[in-house]
């Protein structure tokens, strides 16, 4: 059988409804070679059975429980065939010519390992989701623009740190190398840890404006709340652990203490501190596997630390 170019993978749990609404954007994508495939996570709302009674062309890899985000992005990769993997969230959707740009702007940069387009808020499409991720050497990870009015600064395809995993298409052959997503993080973070990796193998990531989609934005998991702080406080500083090169780390290891300070103090206003400690006490566990996992990636990298630098500073302040 002929196996499509792409593959545009959903990730979907207890979303009926919103695969409901979301789902027939992905399907019209006027691409001419892809699947669609829906990778439920445990879903107890009917969904599989409604994908199956609608939607009957969409293949369905029905997960028996919920393996959290990260596992289960690695499934997606897995059950994508398509020679590039667009990984998308069920609440996000997509202009028809979104695909076809980012498998073009893959084909003509053979040195991405991903690519994402401009990603507008589905309920303010004058406002911006995200163009791409960024990071800060404190360790802060934040979608680049998030928030701020389109009003033309977006508007030139550019290289960036990362993009984000709403939506966004990767390289099949650059998991082979890069690795999958750390399934140690659960969810939180695990996307630009993978870019990190991906970006320290000597891959880049590029920002395309001409591919659109509306993210409606915490249609599963929600906004920040006791679980996204918590996986946020601890899976950041094993991104550090894991990442930064030597240099990097003695360099820059002040601004991450003076981060997670200011990270606890806010916690202690908002009664919170209870949750950041406990995330610090796992993260504190998971050192060994993390300084494991450090000695692979450093011993691969092929990019120096003071290319590193320059990218990174490139996008402002440590904060």
């Known amino acids: 059988m002929h196996a499509p170019r792409a593959s545009a993978v959903v990730l979907s749990y207890d979303g009926r ?84 740009i980012l498998v073009g702007v893959m084909d003509r940069r053979p040195e991405l390992a991903s690519s994402a387009g401009k990603l507008l808020q589905h309920r303010n499409r004058g406002r911006i989701d995200r163009v791409g991720d960024e990071v ?28 984000g995993g709403a939506a966004a298409v990767y390289r099949r052959s650059a998991f082979a190398r890069v690795g999958p997503f750390d399934d140690d993080f659960f969810a939180y973070v695990e996307d630009v840890d993978w870019g990190f990796r991906a970006r320290l193998a000597g891959y880049a990531a590029w920002y395309e404006p001409t591919a659109v989609g509306y993210h409606l934005g915490g249609g599963t998991l929600g906004g920040i709340n006791p679980f996204s702080l918590y996986h946020l406080r601890r899976n950041q500083l094993w991104l550090v652990l894991k990442n930064y090169p030597a240099a990097s780390l003695l360099r820059h290891g002040p601004s991450v203490l003076l981060f997670n300070l200011a990270g606890l103090g806010m916690a202690v206003r908002r009664r919170q501190v209870g949750l950041v400690l406990k995330a610090y006490r796992d993260a504190l566990r998971g050192v060994r596997p993390a300084l494991r996992k450090r000695r692979t990636i450093q011993r691969s990298r092929t990019v120096g630390s003071r290319e590193l630098e320059r990218f990174i500073e490139r996008a402002g302040r440590p904060w």
């Open 17 to 100: 409804d919103l695969l409901e609404s979301f789902l027939p954007s992905v399907l019209a994508q006027d691409y001419g070679d892809f699947e669609v495939v829906v990778v439920d996570n445990g879903s107890t709302d009917g969904s599989v059975g409604m994908l199956r009674e609608r939607w009957p062309e969409v293949r369905i890899v029905a997960l028996p429980e919920n393996v959290g985000v990260t596992a289960a992005l690695n499934a997606m990769v897995r059950a994508g065939e398509g020679e590039y993997v667009a990984l998308l969230n069920n609440d996000v959707e997509l202009e028809p010519s979104w695909l076809r």
């Open 136 to 163: 800060r050497w404190s360790s802060a990870c934040f979608g680049r623009g998030s928030g701020d009015l389109d009003s033309g600064q977006f508007e030139t395809g550019e290289e960036v740190f990362t993009v």
